[in-house]
Nanobody, 123 residues
Framework: QVQLMEAGGGSVEVGGSLILSCEAR??????MAWFRQAPGKEREGVAS???????TYADSVKGRFTISGDYNKKSAYLQMDSLKLDDTGTYYC???????????????????WGQGTQVTVSS
């Protein structure tokens, strides 16, 4: 069974930065992504990465967030800069057990999920 271990998150002021990490266990080839969900809103994709592809980002975070992967550690990181109030939410690491990411940020396409970590941006 694949396990996803998330770390990072916390509270920061507008314009600040945070980094999230996700480590996968019991997996070989994968695509890893970050989703987020704000209260009262649907879960939305933020960024995805696999060994074979360049990263993909949601329009709302392009130029501010950077996803990177360490395939030796089976980990992915989400560097979040210039944070905005709208970035507040629970961030989830998600994984597809394939070396190519799904073409869209459809949560139903992802097979394994982390427990979520809270990111709060305040003014």
């Amino acid at each position: 069974q694949v396990q996803l271990m998330e770390a990072g998150g916390g509270s920061v002021e507008v314009g600040g930065s945070l980094i999230l990490s996700c480590e996968a266990r019991n997996i070989r080839s994968y695509c890893m992504a970050w989703f987020r969900q704000a209260p009262g809103k649907e879960r939305e994709g933020v960024a995805s990465i696999s060994r074979l592809e360049t990263p993909t980002y949601a329009d709302s975070v392009k130029g501010r967030f950077t996803i990177s992967g360490d395939y030796n550690k089976k980990s992915a990181y989400l560097q979040m800069d210039s944070l905005k109030l709208d970035d507040t939410g629970t961030y989830y690491c998600a994984l597809v057990r394939r070396s190519v990411c799904p073409p869209t940020f459809n949560a139903d396409d992802y097979e394994d999920w982390g427990q979520g970590t809270q990111v709060t941006v305040s003014s």
